[in-house]
């Protein structure tokens, strides 16, 4: 039996990526649906598909063939693209069968909050980071996706939930946490200054569901999180209040082993 949301938000699936988990996704959409289903960006890697070093697998052609299927039975989709799905954000304003693209949105719950959705990489330009720092620990991070798929491969083969290498290291890291934090910071601020209640966003790669002050009101800020690393989503639920899921179970579906990770 699956679970009924009013609304329901994932990021960062890199569609196209050696590091995507399709079959995850596609296992928890599965089990849990919407009346709005927002795809909050980077929902396909055409970056590394462009550059050569993506891998389309037959997991991703599953997980696409569920989401069509999944826009004739959902009232509303949206599409905020990100910047690994940039050329989409030419579509804006137009649909995509029964999904409408957007470059944002305003999204109000049934509790009369407004939250804007976004994708989230305009606050990262807005961080002063050492180009040098971040090129070191962009590869880093990279780095560890790959051993994740390996590291969880094989948890997978001793009925062990998944786990994240990438998020583990991330919390630990000083200058990790102080750069997420900041964008955290000025998401919130963002937000508050365009008079909404919350920003829902993804990019980052850390899911979190927490409240911040901006001028004189609190400001919700959650992050999807993504589905290479966190396996996460954000949830309305038909009162209005957010949360935040996580779905570290091995998927129950067909192809549990994608293509790139037996590659």
Same mark, same amino acid.
């Given at each position: 039996m699956s679970n009924r949301y009013r609304a329901l938000w994932i990021s960062d699936v890199h569609l196209g990526s050696r590091d995507s988990e399709p079959q995850r996704l596609a296992d928890f959409l599965a089990q849990?649906?919407?009346?709005?289903?927002?795809?909050?960006?980077?929902?396909?890697?055409? &970056?590394?598909?462009?550059?050569? &070093?993506?891998?389309w697998c037959q997991a991703s052609s599953l997980l696409l063939g569920m989401l069509?299927?999944?826009?004739?039975?959902?009232?509303?989709?949206?599409?905020?693209?990100?910047?690994?799905?940039?050329?989409?954000?030419?579509?804006?304003?137009?649909?995509?069968?029964?999904?409408?693209?957007?470059?944002?949105?305003?999204?109000?719950?049934?509790?009369?909050?407004?939250?804007?959705?976004?994708?989230?990489?305009?606050?990262?330009?807005?961080?002063?980071?050492?180009?040098?720092s971040y090129h070191i620990g962009d590869q880093s991070y990279y780095l560890m996706l790959r051993l994740n798929r390996w590291i969880n491969y094989w948890r997978g083969r001793f009925d062990k939930p998944w786990w994240s290498l990438a998020n583990h290291v991330k919390n630990r890291v000083q200058a990790a946490r102080r750069m997420m934090n900041r964008f955290e910071e000025i998401a919130i601020r963002e937000t508050g200054r365009r008079g909404l209640d919350g920003v829902i966003c993804g990019h980052i790669h850390r899911a979190t569901l927490r409240h911040g002050n901006c001028a004189d009101h609190q400001v919700t800020y959650a992050n999807c999180g993504d589905w290479v690393d966190s396996m996460s989503a954000v949830v309305e639920q038909h009162d209005g209040s957010l949360e935040l899921l996580h779905w570290h179970r091995a998927p129950k579906i067909a192809h549990i082993m994608t293509e790139a990770v037996a590659a």
């Open positions: 849990n649906r919407a009346d709005t289903v927002y795809l909050v960006g980077d929902i396909f890697d055409m &970056k590394a598909l462009a550059q050569g &070093k993506g891998s069509s299927e999944l826009s004739s039975k959902t009232p509303e989709i949206i599409y905020v693209p990100g910047n690994h799905d940039a050329p989409m954000r030419s579509w804006a304003g137009k649909r995509l069968g029964n999904i409408r693209v957007e470059r944002e949105w305003v999204h109000t719950a049934g509790d009369g909050r407004r939250y804007w959705v976004t994708h989230g990489d305009q606050f990262e330009h807005q961080i002063d980071v050492n180009p040098i």
